[in-house]
């Protein structure tokens, strides 16, 4: 609950009855409300009660925090069938038609969370017949004690946010190839349409309006529905009002992309080493989008979402064409050369290109390196995609959460004391309650849309690596190859969110080095609205821009091998694919320096987001026979360090430890046409690491646990 402030002596009064000291709750501190009726503090958690465990006192802030990650899913469910055709018909040697389909319908079950009273909170007059007389006595005591308090709440009677979106989908190809010139070339030509309907029902879609209209009925809300409706505290409220301030709702969204294309390939002359190859493509495709927003959703009344708009079907298409050319340089050596003019219709012309090289100096050895320049364009969602309502996750307070926060690191700082607090205010919290801000919560009300402005982003590549295959010349050791290759990747106007909640926050306050003036007018604080009487943040927008640029570069290491025992029915079999990253560098935007964050991964959004480990690995130890296989998987993760520790040195969190996790896996084949797979992941049941505020590590971290499959395939 959201007031103004009562004075000392009233405070004191009223948590005396609950046994709490006086001057324990400061006069600044909100208060929410037990089950019971009785009141707690905010900041501190005197006298909180919650039987439920949601509730905690945040140990370093010392506020009232809500555990709301539970509340998601951490894997959605899901439920698909597919039906899929291939059909070729021979009109002469030369020359075949082919028809390909396929259908899909896909169901996708999302949690995310109980709906919140945000971005609008409501107003409670102090006539509202459930206000208890301990609240009463608070209200009463405020300078203004006819003022209407201002209700921060999460509707946890109405049930999680969890809605269905289904996605059916159905793609048909058909085309015609052959060859001519005795076989020297080959052609390809095509048409391919494809749909997507998708359909979201939300089915209990808070509505503010219907929640104000019974807070500010005489009665409560009776004469509207049985008992009326109390906000305070977890009461029973009759399904009656739940139905009243709960109505289903159902958007409906649709893509489909049309694409013609033509190829041809083969001979183009002949060189000493061998011939000189060619392939030619012409290509044209066309995408469109539209979404039809139910009425409920387009006015800005449903709670936890901003007003969202409905798009007319909208499209971009793309014209390119294409060609490469193998060159045998010698017999152990071959030139790849490649280029592709793209013409959009939202972005314009661009153009790419490629060339590679290897060589073998011995039979065992390959070499092997290249050059790429890539370009893609902004797609149809990073360029278009209408508002939409998210949940910006900003975690705890001190070392993340709203820096305004009386509990945050940059309130504890005295050298910007200064600027924070104008920063702040500037921004929306009232100055009267600055003092004594807190929010207490780790997720707010974010908004998401597309940029028309968006530039296409361009890739430079460059590799270089050696491929080993040795004959060895015994039966133990077979088919042993190892391969090594180093990456440099350098991305420039890279097409990315601008961020999340969390790092949106940051830029705006410094927490990396974005606003070293802490001044209002940052790009970043622009993207961030509050609550005028409260100080709460309304919204924190997000969409996609042109970085500054990503440059990465690591080594890749596979091995492979098979080692044969006389006298068994099978053999052994290993593959390993290590990863050893050198540096992964974010420019956040054009100009802003390169941040270094390799070995960290991000806990701000849920689930976390880009695991940077310096080192990880895949391997597999097999045992194969004709019959059957069986094996162990064993997956690795090195240790990481939150990112935290370079974005908010001062404050920053745990990251996780080193992981390993052991699958065992099988395969048994019944019959020439009947295969039977089946295995155990996580065989030692490991729990993933927990980075605060409670998000589960993603990225090879196993977040279900021990987990038992069965599959059957069959050829007919």
């Known amino acids: ?307 969202l708009i409905s798009q007319p079907s909208k499209s971009i298409d793309v014209s390119e064409v294409a060609a490469e050319l193998l060159v045998p340089l010698a017999k152990s050596a071959n030139l790849g050369l490649g280029y592709r003019y793209s013409d959009y219709s939202h972005v314009g012309s661009v153009n790419a290109y490629k060339a590679d090289l290897d060589f073998r100096p011995v039979e065992s050895i390959l070499l092997r390196g290249g050059f790429e320049r890539a370009v893609r364009a902004p797609n149809f969602n990073e360029a278009f995609a209408p508002v939409s309502a998210t949940a910006a996750s900003i975690g705890p307070v001190p070392s993340a959460g709203d820096p305004c926060d009386a509990g945050s690191a940059e309130r504890m700082n005295p050298a910007i004391a200064a600027d924070l607090q104008d920063l702040c205010i500037a921004q929306g919290v009232p100055a009267a309650i600055y003092p004594s801000y807190t929010l207490g919560i780790v997720s707010v009300a974010g908004s998401f849309s597309g940029n028309e402005n968006l530039d296409p982003e361009q890739a430079d590549t460059i590799t270089a690596g050696v491929v080993f295959t040795p004959e060895l010349g015994g039966d133990v050791v077979q088919n042993l190859s190892v391969s090594l290759d180093y990456y440099s990747i350098e991305i420039e106007q890279a097409i990315n969110l601008n961020g999340s909640g969390a790092a949106i926050l940051g830029a705006c306050f410094n927490r990396d080095g974005s606003n070293p003036t802490l001044n209002p007018n940052n790009e970043n604080c622009q993207l961030i609205s509050r609550n005028s009487a409260t100080g709460i943040i309304n919204d924190i927008r997000s969409t996609y821009i042109n970085t500054g640029g990503f440059k990465t570069s690591g080594v890749d290491l596979i091995l492979n091998g098979e080692l044969h025992f006389a006298d068994m029915p099978g053999y052994f079999k290993i593959n390993t694919a290590m990863n050893f990253l050198d540096k992964f560098e974010i420019a956040a935007t054009d100009g802003s320096p390169f941040v270094d964050y390799k070995n960290t991964i991000d806990a701000s959004e849920f689930p976390p987001l880009s695991p940077l480990p310096d080192f990880k690995a895949l391997t597999t130890f097999d045992y194969v026979t004709d019959q059957f296989s069986v094996g162990v998987r064993w997956r690795h993760v090195g240790s990481m360090d939150n990112r935290t520790a370079i974005t908010n040195p001062a404050a920053s969190d745990p990251g996780p430890d080193t992981y390993n996790v052991f699958d065992l896996v099988g395969n048994i084949q019944l019959n020439d046409s009947v295969k039977l797979g089946l295995g155990i992941t996580n065989l030692s049941d490991k729990q993933p690491f927990i980075l605060p505020p409670g998000n589960y590590v993603s990225g090879g971290q196993d977040q279900v646990g021990r987990a038992y499959y069965l599959r059957v395939s069959a050829n007919f």
């Open 1 to 307: 609950m959201l007031t103004g402030n009562p004075d000392q002596a009233t405070v004191d009064s009223i948590f005396a009855q609950y046994g709490v000291a006086p001057g324990t709750v400061n006069a600044s501190s909100q208060v929410g409300f037990n089950d019971d009726g009785s009141l707690y503090a905010v900041t501190g958690g005197a006298n909180l009660m919650d039987p439920t465990g949601r509730l905690f006192v945040d140990p370093v802030s010392g506020a009232v925090s809500e555990a709301i990650f539970n509340d998601r899913s951490i894997i959605s469910p899901q439920e698909r069938y597919t039906l899929y055709g291939k059909s070729d018909f021979e009109i002469s040697p030369e020359l075949t038609f082919y028809a390909t389909g396929l259908y899909m319908d896909s169901t996708v079950v999302t949690s995310i969370g109980y709906p919140l009273n945000v971005p609008n909170l409501s107003a409670v007059p102090v006539t509202n017949p459930f206000i208890s007389p301990d609240f009463a006595t608070w209200l009463a005591a405020r300078p203004n004690p006819n003022a209407p308090a201002l209700l921060f709440k999460r509707f946890t009677e109405t049930g999680r946010r969890v809605y269905d979106t289904n996605y059916e989908t159905f793609q048909l190809v058909a085309g015609f190839k052959g060859e001519f010139g005795d076989g020297n070339y080959s052609w390809d030509a095509y048409y391919s349409h494809a749909e997507t309907d998708i359909t979201e029902d939300h089915p209990n879609s808070v509505l503010g309006s219907r929640v104000q209209a019974l807070l500010d009925a005489a009665d409560g809300g009776a004469s509207v529905c049985e008992g009326g409706y109390n906000p305070f505290g977890r009461p029973n409220n009759s399904q009656a009002c739940l139905n009243y301030i709960s109505l289903p709702a159902t958007n409906n969204y649709g893509t489909e992309q049309d694409v013609f294309e033509a190829s041809v390939q083969g001979k183009l002359f002949s060189l000493p080493a061998d011939d000189v190859r060619f392939a030619l493509t012409a290509t044209y495709r066309e995408d469109s989008f539209f979404r039809d927003v139910d009425p409920l959703f387009t006015t800005g009344d449903v709670v936890s979402s901003p007003a």
